[in-house]
């Protein structure tokens, strides 16, 4: 029904930036509450980043607040995660969800479709 693909990932040193898109498939695209995880090496997927169907509420964890941004645009079908002064520790695979809601994506269940990850490598 709805197919999700993650885009933006890449090598960065320590301090840098990258910004992750999630391209979308369907024609209910705003129905969708959408969302970031991660996965870091021999960790488990945790959550990043929420925003709702409209794009007027967010949410993030801890340890990315004042650093990430998440955004969409319903027109284009697509979410984005801004990720500025990126550490060492953001180092992961990084997933787009989209869960079909009217309130915020909080964690990694129930989650209706995922996109495929992509590598986010920070360097020392």
């Known amino acids: 029904q709805v197919q999700l693909v993650e885009s933006g990932g890449g090598l960065v040193q320590a301090g840098g930036s990258l910004r992750l898109s999630c391209a979308a498939s369907?024609?209910?695209?705003?129905?969708?509450?959408m969302g970031w995880f991660r996965r870091a090496p021999g960790k488990e997927r945790e959550f990043v980043a929420a925003?709702?169907?409209?794009?007027?509420?967010?949410d993030y964890a801890d340890s990315v607040k004042g650093r990430f941004t998440i955004s969409r645009d319903n027109a284009k079908n697509a979410v984005y995660l801004q990720m500025n002064s990126l550490k060492p520790e953001d180092t992961a695979v990084y997933f787009c969800?989209?869960?079909?809601?009217?309130?915020?994506?909080?964690?990694?269940?129930?989650?209706?479709?995922w996109g495929q990850g992509t590598q986010v490598t920070v360097s020392s």
């Open positions: 969800a989209a869960k079909r809601s009217y309130v915020l994506i909080a964690a990694p269940r129930n989650i209706d479709y």
């Open positions: 369907g024609r209910t695209f705003s129905l969708y509450a």
């Open positions: 925003i709702n169907w409209s794009g007027g509420e967010s």
